[in-house]
């Protein structure tokens, strides 16, 4: 079932349509909400916030756009505005890696490998300036185009291709001094 059936169906009050569309943007939702947080409770509560404020707008929802980047930048702000809050009113802790290791690997090896990845690039991008590491997360983990990340942040696409590049060269200088930093460990 399409996105337009799904979001008609839950209008005329299918909770199940809701389900699917919940299932179907969680893991990005999360993903988005858990880089600006960088802590999994607020992440995951963030992320149901926004599913709530997705649910009470559906009505206002235009088909002229995409659903998926109407609804992240509701997560985006969502979480933009739980960020602000927590540090109004709480102290930072520290950030637990999301588990989002993929069943499908079947190779003990090639899941070693792949944690390896994940754990080098979350410590770089946690190195790093927030909005530099949400931009790389969005444009080179989850695939979103500039438009996407534009009508996502409400940044301008020159300020978005900027921010990239400087996040690139954030992310590789980092990312060298921690293969440097391995490598004298190892000796």
């Known amino acids: 079932m399409d996105e337009q059936r799904w979001i008609e169906n839950i209008l005329a009050g299918d909770t199940q ?29 963030a992320v149901q916030d926004s599913y709530v404020k997705m649910y009470r707008a559906l009505p206002t929802f235009q088909f002229g756009s995409k659903f998926s980047t109407w609804f ?3 997560v985006y702000h969502t979480s933009l505005s739980a960020l602000r809050q927590q540090r109004l ?37 946690k190195k790093m ?21 534009r009508q996502i942040t409400e940044l301008t696409t020159s300020n978005i291709k900027v921010k990239l590049f400087r996040g690139r060269k954030h992310f590789y200088e980092s990312l060298q001094k921690i293969a440097k930093h391995e490598m004298v460990n190892m000796i």
């Open 17 to 45: 349509s809701f389900s699917c569309l919940v299932t179907k943007y969680q893991q990005m939702a999360f993903s988005i909400a858990f880089r600006i947080l960088e802590n999994r409770e607020e992440a995951e509560e």
């Open 72 to 74: 992240y930048r509701i």
């Open 89 to 125: 009113f709480s102290s930072y802790d520290e950030a637990t890696p999301a588990d989002l290791t993929d069943d499908d690997i079947d190779s003990a090896t090639e899941i070693l490998q792949r944690e390896d990845r994940k754990e080098i690039i979350t410590k770089v991008l």
């Open 129 to 149: 300036p927030k909005d530099e590491a949400l931009l790389l997360s969005l444009y080179y983990l989850e695939e979103c185009s500039i438009d996407e990340i």
